[in-house]
């Protein structure tokens, strides 16, 4: 069974000051490792695909690293408008064109002014 | 930029009646799901659907769970009689094709049963 850990539950940091989210996971094979951004009351938004160990993508002060078995968030000189819950989800290998989403709870990410 | 759409934003239901959750997902995706996430719990999968039928569905998605296509555009999931436990948000998501493309969600259905 695939499953994602992501920790800490909840980061609080002060604006400007960088850190990184940690996300576990243990899958049959993996076809893809999907970050996503959710505001409360909304549905997750796509940030990253990562596909194999080493792959890195940056979106403005976000970055996604990927090892065989971990992905790292990290967030450079945040602002307050980055503050949400941050989701990481696994998607296997398989016969199927395109599998279902393996989540994990996810970091709820709040930054000071 | 296309986006998925659900309605209503927030159903209350008297328990054991049914009830109808409706998605228009982005136009011309072929691969369609629904999710739930329960109050401070994580998004998990309830079923895909492809090519006019169900793909893979979760030990959640029981008989009492149905999903239907019935246009071009629309595509539902049907609880026929609800329970206190399927009070979350459900979340309908699309994807344009196979292979590593994103799901693309909606900003959800938030069903509260009584």
């Known amino acids: 069974e695939d499953q994602v850990t992501q920790s800490p539950e909840a980061l609080r940091l002060q604006e400007g000051e960088s850190s990184s989210l940690n996300c576990s996971y243990t899958?049959?094979?993996?076809?893809?490792l999907f970050w996503y951004r959710q505001d409360p009351g909304k549905g997750p938004e796509f940030l990253f695909t990562?596909?194999?160990a080493g792959e890195e993508k940056e979106k403005e002060r976000l970055k996604a690293t990927l090892t065989k078995k971990e992905s790292f968030l990290h967030i450079t000189a945040p602002k307050p408008e980055d503050s949400a819950t941050y989701l990481c989800a696994v998607q296997a290998l398989a016969d199927f064109g395109n599998e279902k989403l393996t989540f994990g709870t996810g970091t709820r990410l709040t930054i000071i002014p | 930029e296309p986006e998925v759409t659900q309605t209503p934003s927030h159903q209350v239901t008297q328990m054991g009646q049914e009830v109808i959750l409706r998605c228009v997902p982005i136009s011309n995706h072929l691969y369609f799901y629904w999710y739930r996430q329960i109050l401070g719990q994580k998004v998990e999968f309830l079923v895909s659907?492809?090519?006019?039928?169900?793909?893979?569905k979760s030990e959640i998605f029981d008989d009492q769970f149905s999903v239907e296509r019935p246009d071009g555009s629309n595509f539902t999931l049907k609880i026929r009689s609800t329970k206190l436990e399927d009070s979350a948000m459900y979340f309908c998501?699309?994807?344009?094709?196979?292979?590593?493309?994103?799901?693309?969600f909606g900003d959800g259905t938030r069903l509260s049963i009584l």
């Open positions: 659907f492809y090519n006019n039928e169900i793909s893979e």
């Open positions: 998501a699309s994807v344009g094709g196979a292979g590593n493309q994103p799901q693309h």
């Open positions: 899958v049959s094979g993996l076809r893809g």
């Open positions: 990562l596909y194999s």
